[in-house]
């Protein structure tokens, strides 16, 4: 299963659930995108030609991540361009999605291993406009 999060016409994220499967290779990603995200899958003896990648010089003006949930359960909070908080999803244990736009928070609702691939280099304290996660402000500690 594939879920759009789009908000105001903008897509936010693209989250590919553990159980999504398919045939081939599908890319879930717009090609203007400076992050791609793509699934194969592929049988026994399928070949793919040994390639190398060219070269090509990318202006990237935002950083778009994908975080691979490796175990546990990790609840997203989304928030719009003006850290206006949206809504939630839980993500498990195989579910991926990439985060396009907006602003995201996290919460560990259990222990959670995840592995994140974004573009680099890191620019350090300039990477990130950090800000009060409404979520958690408005939220019981009891409810998370």
Request: charged content about 20%; glycine content about 6%; hydrophobic content about 40%.
């Amino acid at each position: 299963m594939v879920e759009h999060y789009v908000h105001n016409d903008q897509l936010l994220a693209i989250i590919i659930r553990a159980s999504f499967s398919k045939s081939g290779i599908e890319f879930f990603t717009p090609n203007d995108f400076s992050q791609q995200l793509g699934y194969m899958n592929r049988p026994q003896g399928y070949i793919i030609e040994p390639h190398m990648h060219s070269h090509i010089e990318r202006r990237v003006v935002l950083t778009q991540e994908v975080l691979f949930i490796k175990s546990g359960t990790v609840r997203i909070d989304f928030y719009d361009s003006d850290q206006a908080y949206l809504e939630s999803r839980v993500l498990a244990k195989g579910d991926v999605i990439l985060l396009a736009a907006g602003g995201h928070g996290f919460q560990m609702l259990e222990d959670a291993e995840i592995i994140e691939v974004k573009q680099g280099p890191y620019s350090g304290t300039d990477d990130k406009i950090r800000f009060e996660n409404s979520k958690l402000a408005a939220t019981p500690q009891t409810m998370l």
